[in-house]
T-cell receptor, first 112, second 113 residues
Framework: DQQVKQNSPSLSVQEGRISILNCDYT??????FLWYKKYPAEGPTFLIS???IKDKNEDGRFTVFLNKSAKHLSLHIVPSQPGDSAVYFC???????????WGAGTKLIIKP | DGGITQSPKYLFRKEGQNVTLSCEQN?????MYWYRQDPGQGLRLIYY???????QKGDIAEGYSVSREKKESFPLTVTSAQKNPTAFYLC????????????FGQGTRLTVV
């Protein structure tokens, strides 16, 4: 039972263009969502988050949008840079018991 | 220079042997976590600890054991009872109550042959 789904295993984007990574969830009780970035052979690093009471959060080139009615969130990266090539994980916080529910990840490839 | 360190990076063990993965942090974080990552799947929580001498089972705790005798250390033992131990294991830590910004180690790839 995958409560957090990232349906695109990979995404290829031209350098300078916008990258849009998508994430769907099934549990309406999630109250916080996060995006992590992971390079090969390294642990994930926190990128950006959004509370369920908001519909947008922006940090530099990264913007996360939340559509609660559709149970969908997306991460926009603009402009995309070669260093953005990595695996991006979407995660949702379930209650207050320290548990994050993770998506399977999307591999983003930025083409020169 | 603060951080979270996992060792070793690669580990090979024979089937039926217990193996312990190390995780140390010098960030003064109260909470620590162990996750497992399999190909095509998200991270799954094995165990977590909010405070020294206390830990809780995550979603896939069977076949694993942990201890939290020191704030800095949260070792994970993969026992022979774990049916599919070959995986990438990630340790993380966070300030108490702030799982939202956990710091991760570089991971240990365990291969059981």
């Amino acid at each position: 039972d995958q409560q957090v789904k990232q349906n695109s295993p990979s995404l290829s984007v031209q350098e300078g263009r916008i990258s849009i990574l998508n994430c769907d969830y099934t549990n309406s009780m999630f109250d916080y969502f996060l995006w992590y970035k992971k390079y090969p052979a390294e642990g994930p690093t926190f990128l950006i988050s959004i509370s369920s009471i908001k519909d947008k959060n922006e940090d530099g080139r990264f913007t996360v949008f939340l559509n609660k009615s559709a149970k969908h969130l997306s991460l926009h990266i603009v402009p995309s840079q070669p260093g953005d090539s990595a695996v991006y994980f979407c995660a949702a916080l379930r209650g207050s018991n320290y548990q994050l529910i993770w998506g399977a990840g999307t591999k983003l490839i930025i083409k020169p | 220079d603060g951080g979270i360190t996992q060792s070793p990076k690669y580990l090979f063990r024979k089937e039926g042997q217990n193996v312990t993965l190390s995780c140390e942090q010098n960030l003064n974080h109260d909470a620590m976590y162990w996750y497992r990552q399999d190909p095509g799947q998200g991270l799954r929580l094995i165990y977590y600890s909010q405070i020294v001498n206390d830990f809780q089972k995550g979603d896939i705790a069977e076949g694993y054991s942990v201890s939290r005798e020191k704030k800095e250390s949260f070792p994970l033992t993969v026992t022979s009872a774990q049916k599919n131990p070959t995986a990438f294991y990630l340790c993380a830590s966070s300030r108490g109550g702030e799982i939202t910004e956990a710091f991760f180690g570089q991971g240990t790839r365990l291969t059981v042959v």
